[in-house]
Each structure stands twice: as structure tokens, then as C-alpha cells.
């Protein structure tokens, strides 16, 4: 749980703080507002605190920590965030969206994905569908948490009003990520455990 914790806030840190500032100093573009970064805020600590209720397997030992491994997949996560949000904006540029619109979306987009690291977290080397499933607490506070932010970018609470048009691009596009940051994340974690193995066969030869 703990580590499932570690890996979803050091990826979300990148997501979004990455994000945001190569956007600003690119662009010259504030991608969310001080009130949108107040409720991700909100919205965010919720799943987290139901990630102490999630199901997970005991290890009948002790566990050490893999510190690059841990740091090495978070940063995968949040690079491919980054990446996934560039990829947006461009796209609500060349659509010559409204900036404020933008924003609002970018909102959304970074609600529901976000939200979704939680599951590639939780099953560290395993596809997100692999046993023990989420708890009940764990899956209905993230869906609400996703659920919240998009009535409130819907109808624009704080925000521009994005609609349920916009809305339903967003979660096929989130989820359509969300599929492939868990294949590269499987790749991930089998590159690092290969150059583990290899060192470790140097060392002993």
C-alpha cells in the first residue's frame, strides 16, 4: 500500500507540476488556475486516503524497498502524462479552442487520468487486472472522486462550462492512455529487472 502510494504521488507530482511549467514557459500559457490546482488537490487526497483500505497480498517477508525501481516507474508515468497533456493541448489548439475552455478541459483530463495512475500503482509488475482486485472503498472513491470532477467541469463550477460532449472525448481519450501506460509500464519493469539480473551475474562472475 505504501508503495502503491509512493509511485502514484511521485508520478502525479511530475504530471502535473512538469507539466504546467514547461506549458507556462513555452507557451506563456497557465494550463489550469489556482482554483482548479485547489480542487485536483482535493480531489486527489481522497483516493489516497482510500488506498490504506485497497487489497493487496501479505508477504510472508519482510519487504525491502527498490528505491530506483520505485523512482524509475513513477517517473515512466509521469513522463507519459506529460506527454498525454502536451499531445491535448495541442489538439485544443489546432482546434481553436478557447483558452479558458482549455483550461477547463486540461482540468478534466487531469482528474480522470490522474485518478487512474492509482490502479497502474497498486500492481506494481502485474497488468492493472491482476488479483487482488481494487477494495470496494478503493474503486467508489475513485469513481466519485472522477465522477465529481467532471460535473464540475461540465457545468463549469469555477470554470468555463466544457459540456458533456467535451467530457466524453476525455474519458475515451484517458482511457485510451490509460491502456497504454500500462503496457509501457509492464515494459518498464521488465527492462529494469533484466539490467538487475545482468549486474548481478557480473558481479558474481
Not at 507539466?19 to 489550469?32: C, E, K, S
Not at 506527454?83 to 491535448?88: E, H, R, T
Not at 464540475?152 to 470554470?159: H, L, N, Q, S
Request: glycine share 4%; aromatic share 16%.
Amino acid at each position: 500500500k505504501m508503495q502503491s502510494y509512493s509511485i502514484f504521488r511521485i508520478a502525479e507530482t511530475i504530471r502535473v507540476i512538469l507539466f504546467m511549467t514547461l506549458l507556462i514557459l513555452i507557451f506563456n500559457f497557465y494550463p489550469i488556475t489556482a482554483m482548479m490546482i485547489i480542487m485536483l488537490a482535493l480531489l486527489n487526497d481522497v483516493p489516497i486516503l482510500a488506498i490504506a483500505f485497497d487489497n493487496v497480498k501479505v508477504s510472508p517477508t519482510p519487504i525491502r524497498w527498490d528505491m530506483r525501481e520505485i523512482l524509475t516507474i513513477s517517473t515512466v508515468l509521469g513522463l507519459l502524462g506529460v506527454v498525454s497533456s502536451f499531445l491535448l493541448f495541442y489538439i485544443l489548439e489546432s482546434w481553436h479552442v478557447p483558452r479558458d475552455m482549455i483550461q477547463a478541459i486540461i482540468f478534466l483530463k487531469l482528474d480522470v487520468a490522474g485518478h487512474a495512475t492509482i490502479y497502474l500503482a497498486r500492481t506494481g509488475d502485474k497488468p492493472f487486472w491482476h488479483k487482488p482486485y481494487p477494495s470496494l472503498t478503493l474503486f467508489l472513491t475513485v469513481f466519485a472522486t472522477r465522477v465529481l470532477g467532471t460535473l464540475i467541469a461540465v457545468y463549469g463550477i469555477f470554470m468555463e462550462a466544457i459540456g458533456w460532449e467535451y467530457a466524453a472525448y476525455i474519458w475515451i481519450y484517458a482511457s485510451v492512455w490509460f491502456f497504454f501506460n500500462d503496457f509501457v509500464k509492464l515494459m518498464a519493469y521488465k527492462m529494469i529487472r533484466v539490467k538487475v539480473v545482468d549486474l548481478d551475474n557480473e558481479v558474481k562472475l
